[in-house]
């Protein structure tokens, strides 16, 4: 008995237990109760809900060995990576990012854009070919409904900061570079940020939490322009943090200039701005106004780019591109019968559809900001135990309090199986405070159990979505290249969508070959557009009547696919 004392934790054995037992109560609960509304058969909602069956079984196992007394210290990861020089450290941490996340790419996702950055893809190829924007089809309803039209240019609705950067990489042959180096390169600014907040180690520990978290990987892998913005971000708020440590008037002013021009790439990143500001404005009394000035000279000229690219697409400096789109329902801020697609078979936006978003928001975080078994957000509360005012614990807070809110406005909920994209931005502070909680608790051989399973269960099993069911793909462009088609019209047909999985091939169908066109539709060996009808097809077709029509489409509810000449038109 006294030798099991040394070897067990007692109390924690019974946690282990308890914890078993709650994970059989999501096992046979769970299902029961999400099967009674219609909303929870999405294939997304799905995905998480099997992400948790694979992952909770992990939580009575991890809180078992966790209570072997002589594994602690083997499983403190704290003491290894402590042992390391920071530029050992970082060049490791910098490696291993950049190889994991261009392996997704490759791997998962075909090293072609998905979903939302279709659009921002091929505004960056407009770039390429040295136009700032296309030139609009005679019938652009065949094409990417992200494309608008105004007073005769074509260009995307979505804010151009990232195309800009993507453009260089498209010239030289390797686009899917650009997100997994921004991201590798966010990971030292991230630790940079943190050591001048608090000091190496938590610096140390958070870097190595960023790295493994399944939503910066999945993300950092993708093309969406949330990974401009969140190294600008990144940036900005390092150069904050070295604001309000030396007296230099240079530090605040890239504040404010980074801030600005993350802006550029994405407008929720508002959320920011007053945060910095209050942060600026109590960190120093004697230097408050100081360095509100030097923020200020930066912050606005790069701040109004996003204005002046209004006035040169739009003909007015605060009409945004989503203003132009015919669906400008789905793209405003607000409540009402108005606003944006009926979801959870709540039409319009409403108080009750933003809390389940949230709601939505917070189960998905629980999982796959770390991939633990809904745990993720677990140990924030616990920065605050025995809490000393500290600013950055205050910014953080004050950063996603004010990001929840602006969010609560929008009706959609913005959940993907890459995880909440829309709160990406945030995702540093909520490793902060983590990192803070974690550290008052004292249980760093817990978290590193729980990140062995998440790189070797949680991580592998939630990317195979990405070779099946979600997401673009190179099934039609792969088949014309192998029936050696050129100087011709291709239509993608959608599946009749009479279930969740069809719809959800169809969001992607035509996106997976809708950024292949060119600026100029005439000047690509291929057209591909969006199958409309036979009555409305014909149109395109006797628009380019020097090229062969033909359709692709997918047979045996997705599992299989063809391109076919349209011969009823010859």
């Known amino acids: 008995m006294l030798y099991a004392r040394r070897i067990f934790d007692k109390r924690l054995l019974i946690l282990s237990f308890s914890s078993l037992i709650f994970y059989f ?31 909770i079984p992990c939580l009575p196992l ?20 402590n042992k390391c020089s920071i530029r050992s450290y970082l060049i490791s941490i910098f490696l291993i990012s950049l190889v994991i996340t261009n392996l997704i790419s490759l791997l998962y996702y075909d090293h072609i854009p998905q979903g939302d950055a279709v659009a921002t893809f091929f505004q960056a190829k ?29 260009f995307s609705m979505v804010q151009h900061g990232h195309s800009l950067f993507l453009t260089p990489f498209i010239l030289v042959r390797l686009p899917w570079l650009l997100s997994p180096l921004l991201g590798s390169f966010s990971l030292i600014i991230f630790f940079l940020f943190l050591r001048n907040c608090f000091d190496e180690k938590i610096a140390k520990e958070g870097t190595l939490l960023l790295l493994l978290s399944p939503t910066f990987l999945f993300i950092a892998s993708s093309y969406l322009n949330q990974n401009s913005s969140f190294f600008l971000i990144l940036l900005s708020l390092f150069f904050l943090s070295l604001s309000i440590k030396n007296t230099n008037r240079f530090f605040p002013l890239l504040s404010g200039f980074f801030t600005g021009l993350a802006f550029f790439s994405r407008t929720t990143v508002v959320v920011f701005i007053p945060a910095i500001i209050i942060l600026l404005f109590i960190a120093n009394k004697e230097k408050r106004g100081r360095m509100l ?14 204005f002046i690219d209004n006035l040169i697409y739009s003909g007015n400096v605060f009409r945004f591109g989503y203003i132009l789109h015919n ?69 953080a807070i004050l950063v996603i309090i004010s990001s929840l809110i602006f969010f609560a406005l929008y009706w959609f909920h913005g959940i993907s199986p890459m995880g909440p994209k829309y709160y990406f931005e945030i ?35 939630g990317l195979r979505i990405f070779n099946t069911v979600w997401g673009t793909n190179l099934n039609c462009y792969n088949e014309i290249k192998e029936m050696s088609i050129h100087s011709a019209i291709v239509f993608i047909k959608d599946l009749p969508g009479k279930d969740e999985y069809e719809r959800t091939i169809n969001r992607h169908n035509y996106l997976s070959v809708a950024f292949r066109n060119e600026p100029v539709l005439s000047n690509g060996d291929i057209i591909y557009a969006k199958d409309l009808g036979k009555e409305k097809n014909i149109m395109l077709i006797n628009e380019f009547k020097e090229r062969k029509p033909y359709i692709f489409e997918y047979s045996d509810k997705g599992k299989r696919w063809r391109v076919t000449p349209y011969s009823q038109f010859e």
């Open 427 to 461: 995702v540093p502070l909520l490793v902060l405070l983590t990192v803070r909680g974690i550290r008052k608790l004292n249980i760093r051989p817990l978290i590193a159990l729980l990140l062995i399973f998440n790189i070797f269960i949680y991580i592998p099993y």
């Open 293 to 306: 000035s030097f923020f200020l000279i930066g912050f606005l000229p790069a701040f109004s780019i996003q």
């Open 25 to 55: 109560l999501i096992l046979f609960l769970l299902p029961s109760l999400t099967h009674r509304f219609d909303a929870t058969r999405h294939i997304t909602f799905n995905y998480y809900i099997n992400q948790l069956f694979l992952i």
């Open 126 to 154: 407009i770039f390429s070919r040295g136009y700032l924007w296309g030139f609009p089809p005679k019938f652009p309803d065949f094409f990417l409904k992200a494309m608008v039209i105004n007073q005769g240019k074509w």
């Open 327 to 395: 669906e400008l329902n789905l793209h405003s801020l607000g409540f009402g019968m108005g606003k944006g697609e009926a979801t959870f078979n709540i039409p319009g936006h409403t108080p009750l559809k933003a809390l389940i978003n949230f709601l939505y928001n917070i189960f998905v975080f629980s999982l796959h900001l770390y991939g633990w078994p809904l745990l993720s957000l677990l140990f924030i509360p616990f920065a605050f135990l025995r809490w000393k005012k500290n600013l950055w614990d205050l910014f």
């Open 62 to 81: 991890s809180l078992f060995l966790f209570s072997i007394l002589p594994l602690r210290r083997f499983l403190n990861y704290s003491s290894f990576i």
